[in-house]
């Protein structure tokens, strides 16, 4: 009876709601969760096969053989974390990278090709080394009581400036989907 009380090994969010024998990984950074909801609703378009990692945890992503990789965009990047491990682990991911994703609130304006260039191309693909693959940009939400004071105070000084949710889960199922139909 003990021996199920100590696990082998305890991995944070080390769980596949569907096991399957292809190994996937989604990778965020997020400040304020809508990035955390976007990885995890492009998991359930891929039927809950890939394994969900915040960059916060440092995870070891050596053993997966395809990673999908995003961020929320702040002043155009993502966070400082997320820049941190993807350099210090760019070998190992180089050739495991199947797609990035982008979350941003865009003034609450429609996403557009300038928006991908910017924040994929220029920005994760270049830090990556790698382009080429699938990705996607999602409009976010702004939840003001999740935000730290100071970025709070600066967002709601923007005039018409509220709490919005323009982050859509089919949108992140079928990117998904679309990711996992490359492989």
């Known amino acids: 009876m003990s021996a199920l009380l100590i ?28 990035t955390r909801d976007a990885a995890l609703w492009i998991s ?17 992503l050596s053993g997966y053989e395809h990673i ?21 682990n760019k070998d190992m991911l180089k ?10 609130g865009n003034m609450m304006q429609p996403v557009g090709p300038e928006q991908t260039a910017a924040f994929i191309e220029n920005h994760l693909a270049r830090i990556c080394g790698v382009s080429n693959v699938l990705s996607k940009v ?6 003001f ?18 709490d919005y949710d323009n982050l859509k889960r089919p949108e992140c199922m079928a990117f998904g989907k679309e990711v996992l139909a490359t492989v």
């Open 7 to 34: 696990p082998k090994k305890a991995f944070p969010l080390e769980y596949y709601p569907m096991p399957s024998d292809k190994k996937w990984a989604v990778l965020y950074a997020t400040w304020c969760g809508s």
């Open 44 to 60: 359930e378009g891929m039927d809950g096969i890939a394994n969900v990692f915040d960059v916060r945890e440092n995870p070891d």
């Open 68 to 88: 999908v990789i995003g961020g929320a965009i702040r002043a155009g990047v993502t966070s400082q974390l997320l820049h941190e491990y993807l350099e210090k």
């Open 95 to 104: 050739s495991k990278i199947r797609g990035y994703f982008a979350v941003c």
């Open 138 to 143: 999602f409009l976010g939400r702004i939840t």
């Open 145 to 162: 009581g999740l935000m730290e004071p100071d970025v709070r105070k600066q967002m709601q000084s923007f005039p018409g400036m509220k």
